[in-house]
T-cell receptor, first 114, second 110 residues
Framework: DAGVTQSPTHLIKTRGQQVTLRCSPK?????VSWYQQALGQGPQFIFQ???????QRGNFPDRFSGHQFPNYSSELNVNALLLGDSALYLC?????????????FGPGTRLTVL | RKEVEQDPGPFNVPEGATVAFNCTYS??????FFWYRQDCRKEPKLLMS???SGNEDGRFTAQLNRASQYISLLIRDSKLSDSATYLC???????????FGGGTRLMVKP
């Protein structure tokens, strides 16, 4: 049973460019959340997708957008990259239900903005 | 003030030691509490949930004090493999958005 997968593993971009990161959830999961983890800090919630819609959003600017596809996979897009966007981007998947269920994290995409 | 605060450490302890981590959270509406473990350059993984009555999983004991908005993790008989960053996590709804502390780094030495 494959866990959460993310691509690419590493990415180097320059300021002002745009980037797309991809995530495939764990089998049986229908909800995908994205987190940004800067060096030496805990992950910060960007947004969550369920039924192809953004259900909840953290304190991130509109430069950060996403999408969920019918097969539950998801993309995170970041426009007009800034140096401060350099971080590990983590995708987490879960199965939506009333009470808390564990979110499983993928290995992350390490983005460096030069 | 951060919503979830932890002492960043590092905590340097010898093998076999007992070590305790603390975490405070600011939102009294918080519903669920967890400890995650993150190895260097890896993804976070759930270590254990934290319940009001306190709970234990082998060498790990977690406790929650809702009145003080305080969470703790105790590790007994530390192993070299316990070296990692421990993240305190809080949720405010049905578990959709995880709010992480900054993490506490533990280094267990031989």
């Amino acid at each position: 049973d494959a866990g959460v997968t993310q691509s690419p593993t590493h990415l180097i971009k320059t300021r002002g460019q745009q980037v797309t990161l991809r995530c495939s959830p764990k089998s049986g999961h229908d909800t995908v959340s994205w987190y940004q983890q800067a060096l030496g800090q805990g992950p910060q919630f960007i947004f969550q997708y369920y039924e192809e819609e953004e259900r909840q959003r953290g304190n991130f600017p509109d430069r950060f957008s996403g999408h969920q596809f019918p097969n539950y996979s998801s993309e995170l897009n970041v426009n007009a990259l800034l140096l401060g966007d350099s971080a590990l981007y983590l995708c987490a998947s879960s199965h939506d239900r009333l009470f808390y269920n564990e979110q499983f994290f993928g290995p992350g995409t390490r983005l460096t903005v030069l | 003030r951060k919503e979830v605060e932890q002492d960043p450490g590092p905590f340097n302890v010898p093998e076999g030691a007992t070590v305790a981590f603390n975490c405070t959270y600011s939102n009294s509406a918080s519903q669920s509490f967890f400890w995650y473990r993150q190895d260097c350059r890896k993804e976070p993984k759930l270590l254990m949930s934290v319940y009001s009555s306190g709970n234990e999983d082998g060498r790990f004991t977690a406790q929650l004090n809702r009145a003080s908005q305080y969470i703790s993790l105790l590790i007994r008989d530390s192993k070299l493999s316990d070296s990692a960053t421990y993240l305190c996590v809080v949720t405010y709804n049905a578990g959709n958005m995880l709010t992480f502390g900054g993490g506490t780094r533990l280094m267990v030495k031989p």
